[in-house]
């Protein structure tokens, strides 16, 4: 845990002056206009306009999303979590939808209509495919069937050797 601080601490948010952090935080607040941050930094819109192409600058805009998004996402979890004990079982339903997501186990495009049409192709498949081995084993059957009589044919046109 601690080489991931330690890599998370060397990333291209932590490798910027303290004046281009603040404008890294400040554009992802959305909450002043491009001038009104540069005021703040005591700097012209032109120089925060050209922090923002540079790729560093891009980099660290980047990184500290994942680090401030990771915190939401944590917190986020653990009130996903809380209300599975909620009073009202349409939020424990929820709740529970959000975690068997989140999880892999449901999809946003999964229906009661789309699951029971899954549920009878699946089955419509495996009624094929039994129906496919018995076919085969009834073929296999009567083949051999067809030899042992082929056989029992030769063996009558044979003449037999009585030494």
């Not at 540069?38 to 923002?52: E, G, Q, R, V």
């Not at 540079?54 to 980099?59: V, W």
């Not at 049409?117 to 699946?122: D, E, H, I, P």
């Not at 059957?141 to 003449?159: G, T």
């Amino acid at each position: 845990m601690n080489g991931l601080k330690k890599s998370v601490e060397n990333g291209p948010f932590f490798k910027l002056d303290k004046l281009r952090q603040d404008a890294v935080i400040m554009l992802f607040n959305n909450e002043l206009t491009n001038e009104q941050i540069a005021k703040k930094l005591h700097c012209s819109p032109s120089t925060l306009y050209k922090w923002k192409r540079d790729t560093t600058f891009k980099l660290a805009q980047e990184q500290y999303a994942r680090m401030v998004v990771k915190d939401y996402k944590n917190d986020a979890l653990k009130k996903v979590h809380e209300l599975l004990n909620a009073r009202s079982e349409m939020v424990q339903l929820q709740s529970a939808t959000t975690i068997l997501k989140m999880a892999g186990y449901l999809s946003d495009n999964s229906t009661p209509e789309l699951d029971e049409a899954k549920v009878r192709k699946l089955k419509a498949e495996a009624d094929i495919a039994e129906a496919k081995a018995k076919s085969m084993n009834e073929n296999g059957n009567r083949v051999a069937e067809k030899i042992d009589k082929l056989f029992d044919k030769v063996l009558e046109e044979v003449p037999k050797n009585d030494d």
